[in-house]
């Protein structure tokens, strides 16, 4: 009797969320992914994968290391189409559009995709030109006053304009890891992207960069489409509206995040978020 109590101790638990954990009906559908399957030469990599992924939210990727949530995003922004020997069928629509027909030339979609990687990468370059860097190669500014006002805008969004500001020619390199994470974030967004990528943001920052981190991301989802992917539970539960849980390449659960983290109904997600395994 008194292993059963504990056992349902195990399980009936609550864990904080955000103030918004749950899909708002007034967003649009963004992405829709329908029965993906994707091969690294023999090895599969996703199976029938389905999901749907809407604007002005954060959806989180959850799930242990190598099942498939890198994958899925790199079949999102068609970059595993320079990966040699890879293979991908089903399909995945950006706006109700495929995005792999013959029409769409993968280059220009792939402007839509903003991307920050799990540690900070800047250029070694002026914290002014990391931001400035991609607008220019693809003619989004011409003139140094609208150059000026595009960093300056990219940087508040990130939450790093007042801590910069006077910096502005020092390498970016420089900053403090929090600094050049967020620093990244601003050069993603310099080419006016629809959706930003994160692969694991935070993994290399401490509590302090993170909330930084985690309070932009709240910030930015009021116009962009935010994938996240995580290993931090208590983090996918503070930043996002809907959940996806991963497991060897297939996805055993979605929805709000609410749901996912209050009432998982997939032992294996329930197990991974309450840390029995991963």
Known sequence: ??????????????????????????????????????????????????????????????????????????????????????????????DGEDIYSDEIEATTLRRRFGWVAQKPNPFPWSVYHNVAYGARLHGLVSTRAETDELVQSCLERAGLWN???????????????GQQQRLCVARAISTKPDIILMDEPASALDPRATAHLEAMIESLREKYCIIIITHNMQQAARVSQRTAFFHLGELLEQGDTEEIFIRPQNDLCRDYITGRFG
């Open 163 to 177: 801590e910069v500001k006077d910096r502005l020619r020092e390498p970016g390199t420089a900053l403090s890891g």
């Open 1 to 94: 009797m008194q292993h059963q109590v504990m056992e349902k101790n195990l399980v009936d638990y609550k864990l904080h969320v955000g103030d918004q954990p749950h899909h708002d009906r007034a967003h649009k559908l963004k992405i829709k992914v329908e029965n993906v399957n994707f091969w690294y030469g023999e090895k599969q990599a996703l199976k029938n994968v389905s999901l749907d992924i809407y604007n002005q939210e954060v959806t989180a990727f959850i799930g242990p290391s190598g099942c498939g949530k890198t994958t899925l995003l790199r079949c999102l922004n068609r970059t595993n189409e320079i990966i040699p020997d890879t293979r991908m069928t089903g399909l995945v629509t950006l």
